[in-house]
């Protein structure tokens, strides 16, 4: 009897440890209609859209690009109509979280279900491309255009701590101007950028999201603009 109260108590330490680690996020909250209340803080009403991304960087892979010391990696979304607000967030790695059936998937991302080992201090920005308001447009100066950034995020305290628990993941939220075309959320390319904060290595999986208040039908997520464009091709194909 007393062995069966210890292996009893030893399952039930066991399922407490398992679930206190399995990885959570909390709602993705809009800026839009957040209420400050003095005792609990900011509360946000949910987006109505929230878009999964899951990816994988390879210990060693190249970057897409290398500014000021740091390896950059790009996530390329196209936005098909006006949106009043985007949020993007970022955590690595991903440990529990698995992909529902309308998230956009990295061809890398089953190596990436396997590494346990790595992950990142993520930072990010988001970018808009500037003269590309079609597909058409996407498919000739995709790859040439230049970009504006509408800002940037290193640590979020919304975010789960990373696996050295501290809170090392990224939350960035855009309210549209529209009298403003800098800062307006318009039709066209996007891209999330992301690195580390210190000069280092940028290796393991990971999961954006991009959320808004309002749906946001025929938005495309992709690791180039190559594989974005092959998702186009790839719908067409279906509609036929």
């Known amino acids: ?66 500014k000021n ?22 955590v690595s790695p991903v440990t529990s979280i698995t992909p529902g059936k309308n998230a956009f998937i990295s061809p890398s991302w089953e190596a990436g279900k396997a590494d346990k080992t790595n992950f990142f201090d993520t930072w990010i920005s988001f970018e808009r491309a500037e003269g590309i308001l079609s597909k058409a447009d996407v498919a000739a100066k995709g790859k040439t255009c230049g970009w504006h950034s509408y800002g940037q995020n290193d640590d979020s ?16 939220r855009i309210t549209s101007e529209v ?26 999986s990971f999961m954006a999201q991009i959320g808004a208040p309002i749906k946001l039908p025929g938005v495309v997520v992709a690791k180039d603009i190559d594989s974005l464009l092959k998702i186009w091709e790839e719908k067409e194909k279906e509609k036929k």
């Open 69 to 90: 010391g740091k390896k950059y990696y790009y996530v390329y979304v196209w936005i098909p109509i006006v949106a009043p607000e985007i949020g993007i967030r970022m």
């Open 1 to 66: 009897m007393k062995l069966l109260k210890i292996i009893v108590a030893i399952g039930i330490i066991f399922s407490i440890c398992t679930t206190g680690n399995a990885q959570k996020l909390k709602k993705f909250g809009m800026d839009i209609k957040k209420k400050h209340y003095p005792v609990i803080g900011d509360v946000r009403i949910p987006y109505t859209d929230v878009i999964d991304y899951f990816g994988y960087v390879k210990p060693g892979e190249a970057a897409d690009e290398t």
């Open 157 to 172: 305290s919304e975010m789960p701590k990373n696996p050295a628990g501290r809170k090392y993941n990224s939350l960035l």
């Open 179 to 204: 009298s403003n075309p800098l800062k307006a959320l318009v039709v066209g390319l996007y891209r999330i950028g992301f690195t580390t904060y210190k000069v280092g290595e940028v290796q393991g």
